[in-house]
């Protein structure tokens, strides 16, 4: 398989550039979208525990952990996409942070999983597979979500969704690409 390369953006391994395998159905997400995305996040995003739902090359994920996330989630379901994602996080010495779990986003059990609820769920599926409901389904009905979560949720423009009435949409970025969004769950 041949490979690209993903960059950080900011925090403690800034400006590092990490492989990532060029495989069909992958595509990180772009530095313009991702680095929106942490600036909306900027204040919460220092200790908390995130989940990167469709993990793919896995740079959602790793630019939270180097700007200070407490751990992360990674849940891929291709072998060799998962086992990048493992490479790159012990060249970056951060797998005491991580956990890399190869399997499906919306069967893989939780319950053995130390951490029960996350603060910041990164949802970018594959394109065109209406994987976004099933997976807010799954996160409300298992509690996963942590009081006043954010969501993230990347998709295609022709890709559609509805969410539960608790999610308060607070950020939207639409580029050509994608339409990017951030959610808030609503306190009790």
């Not at 086992?83 to 005491?96: F, G, M």
């Not at 295609?156 to 808030?184: G, I």
Request: glycine share 6%; aromatic share 6%; net charge negative.
């Amino acid at each position: 398989m041949s490979r690209g390369l993903v960059r950080i953006i900011a925090g403690e391994h800034r400006g590092r550039r990490l492989p990532v395998l060029v495989h069909e159905g992958l595509r990180p997400t772009g530095d313009r979208v991702k680095e929106t995305l942490f600036n909306w996040l900027m204040s919460s995003i220092n200790q908390a525990t995130c989940l990167d739902m469709f993990a793919g090359s896995g740079s959602l994920g790793i630019e939270a952990l180097s700007r200070g996330a407490a751990h992360i989630v990674f849940i891929e379901n291709d072998r060799v996409v998962a086992q990048q994602i493992s490479d790159n996080l012990a060249t970056l010495r951060e797998t005491d942070k991580a956990d890399v779990v190869n399997a499906s986003a919306l069967s893989h059990e939780f319950t053995s999983a130390a951490i029960k609820q996350f603060d910041i769920v990164f949802i970018d599926p594959p394109f065109g597979k209406e994987m976004v409901a099933n997976s807010i389904d799954r996160l409300v009905s298992e509690n996963m979500l942590a009081q006043n979560a954010y969501v993230y949720i990347e998709t295609s423009h022709n890709d559609s969704y509805d969410l539960p009435a608790q999610f308060c949409l607070l950020k939207e970025l639409k580029t050509s690409q994608v339409n990017a969004r951030l959610y808030q769950l609503a306190a009790n």
